[in-house]
């Protein structure tokens, strides 16, 4: 059995199932859905960002600079009031949205279980002083606070329903009183459990429950923001795409929370005009390592459309628009790339190189580090730019790797070109008449 027989084999019968289950297991769906359910306050929040920090230096010599300079300074409050109330204080939507995903799953009344949650967490992260709730812990610092207090809020109530412990009523109660009645007791053993627990935390350390939750995450996150942890992602999403799961929802799913995490402590850096500490969000993976869509496939793509091959050629054409907006299933399936040999080293390869090389890049102060939640449509060199603050040499690095990624493609594509010609030229020889045949 050769290698790749047996890389094959490997990803098949031992990764693919373990992926297959993970994909569909009911927390980590929830917690996947709840992210993206949050997504248009974090994209709108950010964008405001950039207008309260414009990015041009405060000596720089364009009069428009001057002039966003000076507007963004006088009306910074002004501008930051949207931020502050989507991205700031993200946490809050974050919860409610696993919450109500999860109870939806379990087929429980997800409105009710999103209410739970939200009050659970402002409990423990935001609890009222001098009639003001402080919100320090309510953007990137509740993340994680946030995905524990949304799945224990919400198995609570599967666990006091599936056991029939809570209020009964006539049935002659109208249903919307029935569901406000049934959270009576969860929300009892809500104040019961975690209250204590948060201001125990509060009395022994000084902090609110989401900051000592941080602090013991702090090494998990330091840890996934290194170069090691960057490709150990990239290697095992596309090895799980090229098995035909879909990888890069498995892999952001778990990444999510370290992701907005990092966000976070970049936008509260930012505002206090410190040094950005994070490098691997989001943005990173989409606009710098998947350029095009996983595999980094916009390279390939372009290979396509000067192929001698016809049906490379009407697969590059019907690919080159998606890939622009990074949606490569066109390509990916059209190739195929799933279990074809041929592309085996270059699908795995060509993300690792953008990895290195752009994540050597942010280290050298070449181009910026990301400030901003994007859309994953964007196409790419205006992705980069957007979140990095419209730094547009990130847009030129994009442009870059995506030249490596064809560069890294180009042999084996055109081994491939040469067996699709074969068995083109052979299928026109096999429907051409022999000479001297009768009609």
């Known amino acids: 059995m050769s290698i790749s027989q047996a890389a094959f084999s490997f990803i098949e019968n031992r990764i693919s199932p373990i992926a297959g289950r993970l994909s569909t297991q009911r927390h980590i769906m929830a917690i996947r859905d709840g992210f993206i359910s949050a997504m248009p306050f974090m994209i709108v929040g950010s964008f405001l960002l950039v207008f309260a920090y414009p990015p041009f230096s405060a000596d720089s010599g364009w009069r428009i600079a001057q002039w966003w300079l000076g507007a963004a300074e006088k009306h910074q409050v002004a501008i930051l009031t949207p931020f502050n109330m989507t991205m700031g204080i993200m946490s809050i939507y974050i919860t409610a949205a696993i919450a109500y995903n999860l109870a939806q799953s379990y087929k429980l009344e997800p409105f009710m279980a999103a209410m739970l949650a939200l009050m659970s967490f402002l409990l423990v992260a935001a609890p009222q002083t001098e009639k003001v709730l402080p919100t320090a812990a309510l953007g990137g610092v509740g993340i994680f606070t946030a995905i524990l207090v949304a799945v224990y809020t919400t198995e609570l109530i599967r666990f006091l329903k599936v056991r029939n412990i809570g209020i009964s009523l006539p049935e002659q109660v109208p249903a919307k009183i029935k569901q406000s009645f049934d959270l009576l007791i969860p929300i009892l053993a809500v104040v019961i459990t975690l209250y204590p627990l948060s201001l125990l935390v509060q009395h022994q350390f000084a902090l609110l429950l989401p900051q000592a939750i941080m602090a013991l995450f702090q090494p998990l996150i330091s840890a996934a923001d290194s170069l090691p942890a960057i490709?150990?992602?990239?290697?095992?999403?596309?090895?799980?795409?090229?098995?035909?799961?879909?990888?890069?929802?498995?892999?952001?799913?778990?990444?999510?929370?370290?992701?907005?995490?990092?966000?976070?402590?970049?936008?509260?850096?930012?505002?206090?005009?410190?040094?950005?500490?994070?490098?691997?969000?989001?943005?990173?993976?989409?606009?710098?390592?998947?350029?095009?869509?996983?595999?980094?496939?916009?390279?390939?793509?372009?290979?396509?459309?000067?192929?001698?091959?016809?049906?490379?050629?009407?697969?590059?054409?019907?690919?080159?628009?998606?890939?622009?907006?990074?949606?490569?299933?066109?390509?990916?399936?059209?190739?195929?790339?799933?279990?074809?040999?041929?592309?085996?080293?270059?699908?795995?390869?060509?993300?690792?190189?953008?990895?290195?090389?752009?994540?050597?890049?942010?280290?050298?102060?070449?181009?910026?580090k990301v400030i901003s939640v994007v859309p994953w449509t964007a196409p790419a060199p205006i992705g980069a730019a957007w979140a990095t603050g419209w730094d547009f040499r990130a847009a030129i690095l994009v442009l870059v790797l995506a030249a490596v990624s064809a560069l890294i493609y180009y042999p084996f594509f055109k081994v491939y070109e040469q067996q699709l010609l074969a068995q083109e030229t052979g299928e026109t020889e096999d429907v051409t008449p022999t000479e001297g045949a009768t009609e």
Request: include cysteine; glycine fraction near 10%; charge should be neutral.
């Open 231 to 368: 490709l150990l992602a990239v290697l095992i999403g596309h090895l799980l795409w090229f098995a035909g799961i879909h990888g890069a929802v498995i892999v952001s799913g778990m990444l999510q929370a370290f992701w907005l995490t990092n966000l976070g402590i970049n936008q509260e850096a930012l505002a206090a005009g410190q040094t950005l500490p994070h490098i691997f969000m989001e943005a990173f993976w989409t606009f710098f390592i998947v350029i095009g869509g996983s595999g980094a496939t916009f390279g390939l793509v372009l290979l396509y459309l000067r192929s001698r091959s016809a049906h490379l050629r009407s697969i590059g054409k019907l690919s080159l628009v998606p890939s622009c907006f990074n949606i490569n299933e066109p390509v990916i399936f059209g190739t195929p790339i799933v279990m074809n040999p041929t592309f085996f080293i270059p699908f795995i390869t060509a993300p690792i190189v953008n990895s290195i090389i752009a994540y050597a890049a942010v280290k050298l102060d070449l181009i910026g």
